[in-house]
C-alpha cells in the first residue's frame, strides 16, 4: 500500500470515527442544547468526508468501507439521552462536557493534519481529484476545530470558576 | 367600515403619494369617551412602546391621569399616524392591578413590604454571591422596552460594577439576529437604511415580516405608496397569507426552515443573468467570489426541491429584484426566529450588495426591530454587548471604555463574548448562576419550553427579582417583586428601527410606590457602593439628563454616535437619526453612503462568526480577510432543519403575532378594545389540511409536540398546507392557575410546545421550526359571541 493509501485510510478512520464521538456527544449532551445541534450538524461533514474517501480509496489501492451505518439509535443511546436529561442539573456535568469537547477537538486536529499531508502529496504527486478532494473537505475540518475551540473558550470561565 | 374604529381597520383611510414626494401627514387621535381635545390640559411629548416602529405622539394629560394619545404630525417616521395598540394600548397604564408596593417570599407567600426591605435583600444577596461564589453566579434578563438611560445605567453597573457577562436582554428573541447579521455583512450594528426609502423605492421585499400586523405605520407608509401613482413593486416571502403577501406581485411561501435555500437561489439567478454591479463589488466588498461558487449550483429547481415553491415562482422573484433600480429590502421574525437565522439575514445583506443598493435614496435595507427600545439595548450594551458597539476582542476598545468607566480594562469581562439569554437560563438549570434579575419582561410565557422555564425558575437554589408593572406569571415565581414605573410616568428616550431617538416625557405620576428602572438601579448602585479607580462613585448621575449625558460621552465617535443630540434637542420637533454629532447636527439617513468605515479591523464591533457553527474569527483572521473595511459578503450553505416533521408530528408548528397584541399581554391584554379583539389563543391551518383531517372552523383542537400540548379554538386561513400557526402571546394571568396551565389540562402558551434551539450566530430562540400534530378535542359548540372570528381580513394574525 502506498502511503498516499496509509494516509486515505488513517483519515477515513478518523472521520468516521468523528463522526460517531460527535453524535455520542451531542446525545450524552441533550441538555446543552447548542452543543447538541451544532454537534450534529457539524457530524454531517465528517460522514461525507468518510464517503468520499471511500470512493476515491480504490484508485490508491485501499478498499475503505464508508462512513457507519446508524440507522436506529439503538437502546444504549436512549439510556445515554435519559442519563443525560438526568445529570443537566448537576454542575459537575459541565466538566464532562469541557471533556469531551477536548477529545473531539483533538481528533479533528488530527484529521486535520491528515488532510494537510494528503494535500501536500497530492501537489507533489499532481493528483487532482485528490487535491480537489482535500480543498473540498479539509476547511470544514478546520472549521469543526474552530467550534470546539470557541464553545472551550466560551464555556470554560463559568464552568471551571462557578461550580 | 368606520374609519375611526380601528380594530376593525387598523391601517385607517389611504393618503396616496407618488414616488419621491413626502408622505402626506395624517393625524390620528383616540381620547377617552366624553372628553374632547378642549378638555386636554397637558400634552407629554413621547413614542410608541408596543412596537418597534418608533411612531411620535402626545399623551393627553387631565386630572393627573392619561385621557388619551395624537399622533405627532410633525416627525419623521409617522408624520401624525398611529396603530391601534398606541390609540388604545396607553389604558393599561391605569389598569387596576397595578404593582404599587414590592413584594417579597415569606414561608412561599409574596407579601407586600417598603422598598427598604426589598433591596436590603437584593444587595444582601448580591453580596453574598459575589463573596461565595464570584461575579459569575449573578445575571440580568431585561427588555426591549426600557429606555436608553436605563440601559445604559443598567449596562455600567453589570460590566464594570458586578463584572458579570452574564447580562441579556429579551430582545434576544426579536432582535439578535437582525444585530448579528449587520455585524456579519457591515462589521458594526447599525441599521442601514431609512424609512423615507419606502417614499423612494421602485421595489419593495418582505422577507418573512409581517408588515401589517407589526409595524401597521410602516405599512401604512407602503398601502400609500401601492394606492399613489407608480406604485412600487411587491415581494413577499411568508409561509402565511399575510395582508402583505395578498398585496405582493409575487408571494413565496416556502416550507418552515428552508429560507437559506431560497435566498440561495434567488442569488444563483441575480448572479446567471448578471443583474449584479460589478464596480460596486470591486470597489467596496470582499467574498463576492465564494459567493458566486457557493451558490452556483442552488438553481430555482434545487430550491423548489426543498422549499416546497415552484421554480418559475423563484425565477420571477429574482427577476424584479435583479431589475429593481431602487430596491428596499425588510427582514423580520421569519427568518429571525427561524431554522439558519443569521445565514438567511446574511444573504439578504448579500442581495443588496451584489446589487449595489444601499446608500441612496430608495436603496434601502431594513434589518428590524421586534421591540420598541430595542436598539437601545443592543447599542448600550444591555444585550452584553460592550456598549457603544465596541468589540470585546478588540484590547483598544475595552482600553477606551476602562477610561470613560475611569476602572482597570480587567475589570469589564471581556475574555469571551457575553452571555446570551438561553446559556444564561442554562447556568441557572445546571445550578451555577444563583441570582437573576429580571427587568420588564416575562420569561414564563416568551421562552421556548416552557415546563422547562417555570421549573427553572422556581428552583429553591435561584434567586429571582423581579422588576415589573403587573404580577407577571415570571413574577409570580421570584423572590422579590420591584414595582416599576412605566411610559408616561417617567421621562427618557429611546430609538426606532430606522434609528430614529425619541424623548418621552413624563405625563403623570406612577401608582402607589412604583419607580422608574433607572432610580431602581441607581439605588442599588448607590447601595452596592460601587466605586472607579479613583475611591469616586462608579455612577455619578442622579437623573435622566445625567445619564443620556454620560451615554453620549461612551458614544462619541462610535457608529451610534449621540453627541449631537439631548433631550432638550428633541424636545418639541420630529424625532432625530443617529449618528448625529455637531457636523451632521441633522442627524444621518442612511448609513454606508460612502463605504463602510465601521469595518474596518480598527473599527468593527466584531470580527465575524462562522454561519454554521458559530465560531468565532480571529483578529488576525478578519484582519487579513478585510484589511481595508469593506463589506464582507458571507456565503453560506442550506442545512436540513434540525426537528423536521415525522409520522407522528407531521405538521410544522410556527408561533406569531397578531396586530393587536403585544409580547405576552401584559399591557394589551388589560386594553378592553385590544382584548376584546383577540381574547384567546388560536391554531390556524390551510382548509385543506381541515379537511383531511375532518376538522372544521371553531372546533378544540390540540397542538402537541415533543415538549408539550396547548389547546385552541381552530381558524382555517390561507396557510401553507402542513403548516400550523398559534399567535404566543397568550398566557396564565388571567387563568385561575396564574402562571401555569391548570392541573392536567394543556394550557395556552404556545411556547409549551416549542423547541429549545438557537441560532449558534445570533443564539436567538427558533420558535419557526418545530415538528407538530393536530389532534380534535371537541367540535365546535354553539356560536361564541364577542369573538373575532378571522375571516374578514383584518381579525387577529388571521389578517
Given at each position: 500500500m502506498s502511503g498516499i493509501g496509509i494516509t486515505l485510510r488513517a483519515l477515513h478512520d478518523?472521520?468516521?470515527?468523528?463522526?460517531?464521538?460527535?453524535?455520542?456527544?451531542?446525545?450524552?449532551?441533550?441538555?446543552?442544547?447548542?452543543?447538541?445541534?451544532?454537534?450534529t450538524d457539524v457530524a454531517r461533514w465528517s460522514r461525507e468526508h468518510a464517503t468520499r474517501l471511500a470512493r476515491i480509496g480504490p484508485g490508491h489501492g485501499v478498499e475503505l468501507s464508508g462512513p457507519r451505518d446508524h440507522s436506529s439509535p439503538g437502546a444504549l443511546a436512549a439510556l445515554r439521552e435519559k442519563a443525560a436529561e438526568?445529570?443537566?442539573?448537576?454542575?459537575?456535568?459541565?466538566?464532562?462536557l469541557l471533556h469531551d469537547l477536548r477529545e473531539l477537538h483533538l481528533a479533528a486536529v488530527r484529521n486535520s493534519l491528515h488532510w494537510e499531508m494528503l494535500a501536500q502529496a497530492a501537489q507533489a504527486a499532481r493528483d487532482q481529484p485528490l487535491l480537489d478532494l482535500v480543498s473540498a473537505c479539509h476547511p470544514q475540518t478546520l472549521r469543526q476545530m474552530r467550534w470546539t475551540n470557541t464553545m472551550i473558550k466560551v464555556l470554560s470561565p463559568q464552568l471551571l470558576t462557578s461550580v | 367600515?368606520?374609519?375611526?374604529?380601528?380594530?376593525?381597520?387598523?391601517?385607517?383611510?389611504?393618503?396616496?403619494?407618488?414616488?419621491?414626494?413626502?408622505?402626506?401627514?395624517?393625524?390620528?387621535?383616540?381620547?377617552?369617551?366624553?372628553?374632547?381635545?378642549?378638555?386636554?390640559?397637558?400634552?407629554?411629548?413621547?413614542?410608541?412602546?408596543?412596537?418597534?416602529?418608533?411612531?411620535?405622539?402626545?399623551?393627553?394629560?387631565?386630572?393627573?391621569?392619561?385621557?388619551?394619545?395624537?399622533?405627532?404630525a410633525v416627525d419623521r417616521v409617522n408624520r401624525g399616524r398611529l396603530g391601534p395598540k398606541d390609540l388604545y394600548g396607553w389604558q393599561a397604564n391605569h389598569a387596576p392591578d397595578r404593582l404599587t408596593r414590592p413584594l417579597v417570599r415569606e414561608n412561599g407567600r409574596l407579601v407586600e413590604t417598603d422598598w427598604d426591605t426589598a433591596m436590603a435583600r437584593v444587595v444582601s444577596r448580591t453580596r453574598h454571591l459575589l463573596d461565595e461564589r464570584g461575579p459569575g453566579a449573578v445575571g440580568f434578563y431585561t427588555s426591549g422596552q426600557l429606555f436608553l438611560e436605563e440601559y445604559y445605567t443598567l449596562a455600567v453597573l453589570a460590566h464594570a460594577g458586578i463584572g458579570t457577562s452574564h447580562l441579556d436582554g429579551n430582545t434576544r428573541l426579536c432582535t439578535a439576529t437582525a444585530a448579528e447579521a449587520l455585524k456579519e455583512s457591515f462589521g458594526s450594528d447599525g441599521q442601514p437604511g431609512s424609512y423615507e426609502d419606502v417614499d423612494h423605492a421602485d421595489t419593495i421585499a418582505l422577507f418573512g415580516h409581517n408588515v401589517a400586523e407589526t409595524q401597521t405605520v410602516l405599512w401604512m407608509r407602503m398601502l400609500d405608496r401601492l394606492e399613489g401613482a407608480d406604485p412600487p413593486r411587491l415581494v413577499c416571502v411568508d409561509p402565511r397569507s399575510t395582508p402583505v403577501a395578498r398585496r405582493?406581485?409575487?408571494?413565496?411561501?416556502?416550507?418552515?426552515?428552508?429560507n437559506v435555500a431560497l435566498l440561495n437561489a434567488l442569488l444563483h439567478e441575480i448572479i446567471r443573468t448578471g443583474r449584479t454591479d460589478r464596480a460596486y463589488i470591486e470597489a467596496h466588498t470582499v467574498g463576492f467570489d465564494e459567493l458566486a461558487s457557493r451558490v452556483e449550483r442552488?438553481?430555482?429547481?434545487?430550491?423548489?426541491?426543498?422549499?416546497?415553491?415552484?421554480?418559475?415562482?423563484i425565477e420571477r422573484a429574482a427577476e424584479i429584484l435583479g431589475d429593481a433600480r431602487r430596491l428596499l429590502s425588510t427582514v423580520l421574525q421569519g427568518v429571525y426566529q427561524s431554522h439558519q437565522a443569521s445565514a438567511a439575514a446574511v444573504q439578504v445583506n448579500n442581495l443588496h450588495l451584489v446589487r449595489g443598493m444601499l446608500g441612496r435614496p430608495g436603496c434601502g435595507l431594513l434589518q428590524m426591530n421586534g421591540q420598541p427600545t430595542a436598539?437601545?439595548?443592543?447599542?448600550?450594551?444591555?444585550?452584553?454587548?460592550?456598549p457603544g458597539f465596541r468589540n470585546w476582542q478588540n484590547d483598544q476598545h475595552v482600553a477606551e471604555l476602562a477610561r470613560i468607566w475611569n476602572v482597570e480594562p480587567d475589570r469589564i469581562p471581556h475574555h469571551g463574548p457575553p452571555t446570551h439569554a438561553m446559556q444564561i437560563f442554562r447556568y441557572a438549570e445546571q445550578g451555577s448562576l444563583g441570582m437573576l434579575w429580571i427587568t420588564g419582561t416575562n420569561p414564563a410565557v416568551s421562552l421556548p419550553e416552557l415546563a422547562r422555564i417555570r421549573s427553572i425558575l422556581a428552583q429553591e437554589r435561584l434567586f429571582?427579582?423581579?422588576?415589573?408593572?403587573?404580577?407577571?406569571?415570571?413574577a409570580q415565581l421570584a423572590d422579590v417583586v420591584l414595582p416599576a414605573a412605566t411610559w408616561g410616568e417617567k421621562t427618557g428616550t429611546f430609538t426606532n428601527t430606522d434609528r430614529t431617538v425619541h424623548l418621552s416625557e413624563k405625563a403623570v405620576e406612577p401608582p402607589g410606590e412604583a419607580r422608574p428602572d433607572l432610580n431602581i438601579f441607581l439605588d442599588f448602585a448607590a447601595r452596592m457602593d460601587f466605586r472607579d479607580k479613583d475611591g469616586g462613585p462608579l455612577i455619578g448621575w442622579h437623573d435622566p439628563e445625567g445619564a443620556f449625558a454620560a451615554w453620549q460621552r461612551c458614544s462619541a465617535g462610535r457608529p451610534c454616535d449621540y453627541t449631537g443630540l439631548s433631550h432638550d434637542r428633541l424636545r418639541g420637533g420630529s424625532g432625530i437619526q443617529w449618528p448625529c454629532t455637531e457636523e451632521a447636527f441633522d442627524g444621518t439617513a442612511r448609513l454606508h453612503s460612502d463605504g463602510f468605515a465601521h469595518a474596518h479591523p480598527d473599527v468593527c464591533e466584531s470580527y465575524g462568526k462562522d454561519l454554521v457553527t458559530g465560531a468565532t474569527v480571529t483578529p488576525v483572521e478578519y484582519r487579513s480577510l478585510n484589511p481595508d473595511g469593506k463589506a464582507v459578503i458571507k456565503a453560506a450553505e442550506y442545512l436540513p432543519p434540525h426537528e423536521d416533521t415525522s409520522p407522528d408530528h407531521p405538521l410544522q408548528l410556527i408561533t406569531g403575532r397578531t396586530v393587536y397584541h403585544f409580547h405576552t399581554r401584559t399591557k394589551t391584554g388589560r386594553v378592553p378594545e385590544l382584548n376584546a379583539a383577540a381574547p384567546d389563543v388560536w391554531a390556524e391551518i390551510s382548509p385543506a389540511e381541515a379537511a383531511a383531517q375532518g376538522l372544521s372552523d371553531g372546533d378544540l383542537v390540540q397542538v402537541t409536540t415533543p415538549r408539550g400540548a396547548i389547546r385552541a379554538?381552530?381558524?382555517?386561513?390561507?396557510?401553507?398546507?402542513?403548516?400550523?400557526?398559534?399567535?404566543?402571546?397568550?398566557?396564565?394571568?388571567?387563568?385561575?392557575?396564574?402562571?401555569?396551565?391548570?392541573?392536567?389540562?394543556?394550557?395556552?402558551?404556545?411556547?409549551?410546545?416549542?423547541?429549545?434551539?438557537?441560532?449558534p450566530v445570533s443564539k436567538q430562540p427558533l420558535y419557526k421550526t418545530a415538528a407538530a400534530r393536530l389532534t380534535l378535542v371537541s367540535r365546535r359548540d354553539a356560536p361564541r359571541s364577542g369573538t373575532v372570528d378571522g375571516s374578514d381580513g383584518t381579525a387577529g394574525s388571521g389578517a
Open positions: 478518523g472521520e468516521r470515527d468523528l463522526e460517531h464521538d460527535l453524535l455520542a456527544a451531542a446525545e450524552r449532551h441533550r441538555t446543552e442544547h447548542e452543543f447538541h445541534h451544532v454537534a438526568a445529570l443537566g442539573r448537576r454542575p459537575g456535568t459541565g466538566l464532562l | 367600515m368606520d374609519s375611526s374604529d380601528r380594530i376593525a381597520n387598523p391601517w385607517g383611510p389611504r393618503t396616496p403619494y407618488a414616488p419621491g414626494s413626502p408622505w402626506p401627514v395624517r393625524t390620528d387621535m383616540h381620547l377617552a369617551e366624553g372628553i374632547t381635545e378642549e378638555d386636554v390640559e397637558r400634552w407629554a411629548q413621547s413614542a410608541s412602546v408596543l412596537h418597534s416602529n418608533g411612531d411620535a405622539m402626545d399623551i393627553a394629560v387631565r386630572g393627573g391621569r392619561i385621557v388619551g394619545v395624537r399622533g405627532r405582493a406581485d409575487v408571494h413565496l411561501a416556502p416550507r418552515p426552515g428552508t442552488c438553481t430555482p429547481a434545487w430550491a423548489a426541491g426543498i422549499c416546497d415553491v415552484p421554480a418559475a415562482q436598539q437601545n439595548t443592543r447599542e448600550c450594551g444591555a444585550d452584553g454587548d460592550l429571582v427579582v423581579v422588576q415589573d408593572l403587573f404580577l407577571t406569571e415570571t379554538r381552530l381558524r382555517t386561513t390561507a396557510v401553507r398546507d402542513g403548516v400550523v400557526f398559534v399567535p404566543f402571546h397568550y398566557g396564565y394571568w388571567d387563568t385561575p392557575a396564574g402562571f401555569r396551565p391548570a392541573d392536567d389540562v394543556p394550557g395556552r402558551a404556545a411556547n409549551e410546545t416549542t423547541i429549545t434551539d438557537w441560532d
